[in-house]
Antibody
Framework: QITLKESGPTLVKPTQTLTLTCTFS??????????VGWIRQPPGKALEWLAL???????RYSPSLKSRLTITKDTSKNQVVLTMTNMDPVDTATYYC??????????????WGQGTMVTVSS | QSVLTQPPSASGTPGQRVTISCSGS????????VNWYQQLPGTAPKLLIY???QRPSGVPDRFSGSKSGTSASLAISGLQSEDEADYYC?????????????FGTGTKVTVL
């Protein structure tokens, strides 16, 4: 059974750097075809994809946020970390991590974490 | 902002068929497969359809997806009260700036 859980601060100040951790179980990020992505959702708004890291350390970023994002993995700890610099109140959102697998669901995000709400305010 | 356009809302009575459209372009739906996600109130999204028309294990066959050109559709037949949720289409976009996984604007389905 695959599970993912996001963790990190619930409140950050403007201009600070946000660091979120996705801790997962039920799969290995060293298995070919597997990846973990981050998606966010501002209150009452649509989903927005942020970043994705694959088993081979291939990394993809949202073009509009690429300059602010860094995604890394720690295979031994079953964790994926996302950092976002220069936080702004418009970055207030629920942040989700999700599993993807080319073999499992054609590369879609098939299993999601419960999400963690991050508020940006001074 | 979202590059995949969906109607903001759709509704139907129990047992009816509801269809949600998703309009994109040649760089996303036109050249990549479409996925659909269901988000029940207060919960995380759930994968409903992948690769245009494939259902993950456990998803009822009342849900079906299709794609034609630069548009896609999700159909819910035999609408049930538990289908009341937000629905999002998504696809990879092969933009000049690099790969971008884009979501639709979302459609709220109401069961009357």
């Amino acid at each position: 059974q695959i599970t993912l859980k996001e963790s990190g601060p619930t409140l950050v100040k403007p201009t600070q750097t946000l660091t979120l951790t996705c801790t997962f179980s039920g799969f290995s990020l060293s298995t070919s075809g597997v990846g973990v992505g981050w998606i966010r959702q501002p209150p009452g708004k649509a989903l927005e994809w942020l970043a994705l890291i694959y088993w081979d350390d291939d990394k993809r970023y949202s073009p509009s946020l690429k300059s602010r994002l860094t995604i890394t993995k720690d295979t031994s700890k079953n964790q994926v970390v996302l950092t976002m610099t220069n936080m702004d109140p418009v970055d207030t959102a629920t942040y989700y991590c999700a599993h993807t697998g080319i073999a499992a669901a054609g590369g879609a995000f098939d299993i999601w974490g419960q999400g963690t709400m991050v508020t940006v305010s001074s | 902002q979202s590059v995949l356009t969906q109607p903001p809302s759709a509704s139907g009575t129990p047992g009816q068929r509801v269809t949600i459209s998703c309009s994109g372009s040649s760089s996303n739906i036109g050249s990549n497969t479409v996925n659909w996600y269901q988000q029940l109130p207060g919960t995380a999204p759930k994968l409903l359809i992948y690769s245009n028309n494939q259902r993950p294990s456990g998803v009822p066959d009342r849900f079906s997806g299709s794609k034609s050109g630069t548009s896609a559709s999700l159909a819910i037949s035999g609408l049930q009260s538990e289908d009341e949720a937000d629905y999002y289409c998504a696809a990879w976009d092969d933009s000049l700036n690099g790969d971008n996984y884009v979501f639709g604007t979302g459609t709220k389905v109401t069961v009357l």
